[in-house]
């Protein structure tokens, strides 16, 4: 954490960029999210060709694997706000793509996310803290182990699907939407899995399913940091923790360890969020460096009792 002695305001850090400045930082472009794009992409593709070949040694590709799979929830999330790309139908098309890999509905996903956004550690609104915060080593592990999300994304799909979709952050002109594309992806799984268990193509199995089971928990240890033992206050600047990390993981992650100057200035794209972070470095409240550190203070206020 920065130890400061005045807070600022993340309001006022903004309103002191000159206008050409704060422009410039929410230049929206194509080039960088397209190489990004490749780059993630590619790798999950060309992973997964070995893995189909099964050499020898393939079973220790899988928590790769799945970690570049899981990791897409990066690119959704940049491409839900629109700031991916500068395109807006690529933007949307690479939404559906990381969503469909990662059971998580595009349309209802922006309305949740967007609503984190505007009550950013507001227990009353922001529906990231819906699920409490884990205060025991039982609570923690069954957290970090991902099987509550993916139960919680077949469910959302489900009764999405369904037509009961009763999330106050999604509007009633938008739940027609929402239904729609929760059937139309669990029309899609319906058809990867008769390709798979019905025309001999298991490979799907270990080139998607597996490794993102197995992957699931290192995006979990990610985004635990990002907000979790802030302040439940409205300032981003101490309600949002940056985290120093490696290039390798700001790579994988879209940028999106330097998160309290995205939630500052969420127009931002990826890119230039490594610039806007020099600006507002001597501002920020909560930062770490790296995973394992905020991993290691927080396992320390565990207890071993049995509750959640």
Known sequence: MTDQTETV???TVLAALPPAARADFTERRD????LRLGLHLGAILILGAVIAAKPPWWGVLLPIQGVLIVFLFCLLHEAIHGTAFRTSWVNTAAARIAAFAL????DWFRYFHLAHHRHTQDPAHD???AAPWPTTWRAYLWRVSGLPVWADHVKTLV??????????YVPPAGRTRVRREARLMLAG?????SLAFGFGAQELIWVWIVPALLG??????????????CPLVANMLENTRTTFTTSLVRLLAWNMPYHAEHHSLPAAPFHRLPDLHARMAAHLRETERGYARFHLKTAARLSHSRGA
Not at 189 to 193: P, Q
């Open 9 to 11: 305001d993340h309001r």
């Open 31 to 34: 080039e960088p999210g397209l």
């Open 103 to 106: 059971m998580l509905p595009p």
């Open 127 to 129: 529906p990231e803290l």
């Open 159 to 168: 009764r999405n699907a369904r037509g009961r979709c009763d999330d106050d």
């Open 189 to 193: 799984y319906a058809a990867v899995a």
């Open 216 to 229: 699931q928990p290192f995006l979990r240890l990610y985004l635990m940091a990002e907000h979790g033992r």
